[in-house]
């Protein structure tokens, strides 16, 4: 530690300097008692400056410059009648230097000509210098809190900066402590938050894939009937086929024999018409669902020729449980939407009231209402799709569109189906919400619709 001060002979004597360092303590205490981070630190050098009566309050933090130099970092600068813009400076060759180390380092006067190569004392105009070291609790040292003056500094002035540096040093350490655990909190919470979202990015595919994966089993079990009659239909036939040839080869041949085999091989032909044509439609629903499901673009789609599709293409999963699904929207509305979002929205709720709704299975029923209204000038889209199922507890209506959240953990289920429901409403521009009367479960659905995506078939 420097000290090139004179004799010590005080101006108020010990008394006065203790009363004068609780006056100037109490003061910057009560400026700076509500103000945190950067607002403290500003407040704080100002008042220091002020209580001091010197030109310069730094308050600056230890930091590798980008030479790799170790160096200052200012946090907060006051200089004669306001703030000065923070800058950065090598410690080499400079009083902070000695602070550093964790020494008080006091110099009444002179002290450009005790450190001839700090620049920054010239430039400042600097003639007296006292600085003291931030040191956290472990004891590494922060940063610096230093007076500059441009004038000798006196002996009762220097005990009154000691006083001050040493209690506001100790505080402001404990301000870039804390800073250092918020900034080390708020990477953790970034850091977990980033992985959080890519593990329900990942469930929510794998939920998606699942519930494609349930409709292809489905589909497949029920499109195997119909294909089963067909094959069996076209063996017949052919031995019908092969019947007629003989009747119409032989020497003996009779009108009526002619006649019931050709009604027979009628009979079989549109036996497979039927059952292929309903294979085909099973097929063609799925079809559609799944490339909905899996694309992203606005397409114009009758809503309730889509919703029969819908449920045409579940059903399966729904007889499965005996659950019958009706659909009472209005014919020939038409609205120009994300198709595949759509789909997954009911294509969850009806497999959300298939898991859900009838734990014992059925019977029981899905009905699907749907209009279209105005509304301030605003056209909405407005469903409500309801079961007449187990319905929900109090509990499970205010946590039913959260993530994760699910009353069959363990059993399968995900707890992520109505959640993505509630997630494209509302990336669609709608609403979700539970009906809280009424038996059974009721989700009630609101969806605006342009004036440019809204045409009926009459308008076409």
Same mark, same amino acid.
């Given at each position: 530690?420097s000290?090139?001060?004179g004799?010590?002979?005080?101006?108020?004597?010990?008394?006065?300097?203790?009363?004068?360092?609780?006056?100037?303590?109490?003061?910057?205490?009560?400026?700076?008692?509500r103000?945190?981070?950067?607002?403290?630190?500003?407040?704080m050098v100002?008042d220091?400056?002020?209580?001091?009566?010197?030109?310069?309050?730094?308050?600056?933090?230890?930091?590798?410059?980008a030479?790799?130099?170790?160096?200052?970092r200012?946090?907060?600068?006051?200089g004669?009648?306001?703030?000065?813009?923070?800058?950065?400076?090598?410690?080499?060759?400079?009083?902070?230097?000695?602070?550093?180390?964790?020494?008080? /380092?006091?110099?009444?006067?002179?002290?450009?000509?005790?450190?001839?190569?700090?620049?920054?004392l010239?430039?400042?105009?600097?003639?007296?210098?006292?600085?003291?070291?931030?040191?956290?609790?472990?004891? #590494?040292?922060?940063?610096?809190?230093?007076?500059?003056?441009?004038?000798?500094?006196?002996?009762?002035?220097?005990?009154?900066?000691?006083?001050?540096?040493?209690?506001?040093a100790?505080? /402001?350490?404990?301000?870039?402590?804390?800073?250092?655990?918020?900034?080390l909190?708020?990477?953790?919470?970034?850091?977990?938050?980033?992985?959080?979202l890519?593990?329900q990015?990942?469930?929510?595919?794998?939920e998606?894939?699942?519930?494609?994966?349930?409709?292809?089993?489905?589909?497949?079990?029920?499109?195997?009937?119909p294909?089963?009659?067909?094959?069996?239909a076209?063996?017949?036939?052919?031995?019908?086929a092969?019947?007629?040839?003989r009747?119409?080869?032989?020497?003996?041949?009779?009108?009526?024999? $002619?006649?019931?085999?050709?009604e027979?091989?009628?009979?079989?032909?549109?036996?497979?018409?039927?059952?292929?044509?309903?294979?085909?439609d099973?097929i063609?629903?799925?079809?559609?669902?799944?490339?909905?499901?899996?694309?992203?673009?606005?397409?114009?789609?009758?809503v309730?020729?889509?919703?029969?599709?819908?449920?045409?293409?579940?059903?399966?999963?729904?007889?499965?449980v &005996?659950?019958?699904?009706e659909v009472?929207?209005?014919?020939?509305?038409?609205?120009r939407?994300?198709?595949?979002?759509?789909?997954?929205v009911?294509?969850?709720?009806?497999?959300?009231?298939?898991?859900?709704g009838?734990?014992?299975?059925?019977?029981?029923?899905?009905?699907?209402?749907?209009?279209?209204?105005?509304?301030?000038g605003?056209?909405?889209?407005?469903?409500?799709?309801?079961?007449?199922?187990?319905?929900l507890?109090?509990?499970?209506?205010?946590?039913? #569109?959260?993530? #994760? #959240?699910?009353?069959?953990?363990?059993?399968? &289920?995900?707890?992520?189906?109505?959640?993505?429901?509630?997630?494209?409403?509302?990336?669609?521009?709608?609403?979700?919400?539970?009906?809280?009367?009424?038996?059974? /479960?009721?989700i009630? $659905?609101?969806?605006?619709v342009?004036?440019?995506?809204h045409?009926?078939?009459?308008?076409?």
């Open positions: 530690m000290n090139n001060g004799p010590e002979q005080g101006l108020y004597g010990a008394e006065g300097g203790r009363v004068l360092t609780e006056a100037a303590l109490r003061a910057i205490t009560a400026s700076t008692a103000a945190r981070g950067d607002d403290f630190l500003r407040l100002r220091l400056a002020r209580a001091l009566d010197v030109h310069y309050v730094i308050a600056g933090r230890v930091s590798a410059l030479d790799g130099a170790e160096g200052i200012t946090l907060a600068v006051w004669g009648d306001d703030y000065l813009p923070n800058m950065e400076y090598s410690l080499r060759n400079t009083p902070c230097q000695d602070v550093t180390d964790q020494s008080m /380092c006091f110099h009444a006067s002179g002290i450009q000509a005790d450190y001839p190569h700090d620049t920054l010239v430039d400042m105009g600097a003639d007296s210098y006292i600085g003291m070291p931030m040191i956290d609790t472990e004891g #590494f040292t922060l940063g610096i809190l230093s007076a500059i003056d441009t004038r000798p500094m006196s002996e009762d002035k220097r005990l009154l900066a000691l006083s001050l540096l040493s209690i506001f100790t505080r /402001c350490a404990a301000e870039l402590q804390h800073q250092e655990r918020e900034q909190l708020e990477q953790k919470v970034r850091q977990r938050t980033d992985a959080l890519a593990a990015a990942i469930l929510v595919e794998q998606k894939m699942a519930a494609l994966g349930a409709l292809v089993a489905g589909v497949a079990h029920e499109v195997n009937t294909i089963g009659v067909a094959v069996t076209s063996s017949s036939l052919s031995s019908y092969d019947e007629l040839v009747c119409v080869t032989s020497e003996r041949v009779t009108r009526s024999a $002619l006649v019931a085999t050709a027979r091989l009628r009979d079989a032909a549109q036996l497979i018409e039927r059952n292929l044509a309903r294979a085909a099973l063609g629903n799925f079809k559609q669902l799944a490339v909905d499901q899996g694309s992203d673009h606005v397409v114009e789609f009758d309730r020729e889509h919703a029969l599709g819908l449920v045409s293409a579940h059903g399966p999963a729904l007889r499965k &005996g659950i019958e699904a009472m929207v209005p014919a020939g509305l038409c609205l939407l994300d198709a595949g979002r759509w789909s997954q009911l294509s969850n709720l009806l497999m959300n009231s298939v898991k859900h009838y734990p014992d299975g059925g019977p029981g029923k899905i009905e699907l209402h749907g209009d279209m209204v105005l509304e301030h605003v056209r909405w889209l407005l469903l409500e799709f309801a079961d007449n199922g187990a319905g507890t109090r509990e499970v209506r205010e946590r039913l #569109f959260e993530p #994760f #959240f699910t009353t069959k953990r363990g059993q399968g &289920g995900s707890g992520l189906g109505m959640h993505i429901v509630y997630t494209i409403m509302h990336q669609m521009g709608g609403h979700v919400a539970v009906a809280t009367e009424g038996p059974g /479960c009721r009630k $659905l609101r969806l605006p342009r004036d440019q995506e045409v009926t078939r009459q308008a076409l």
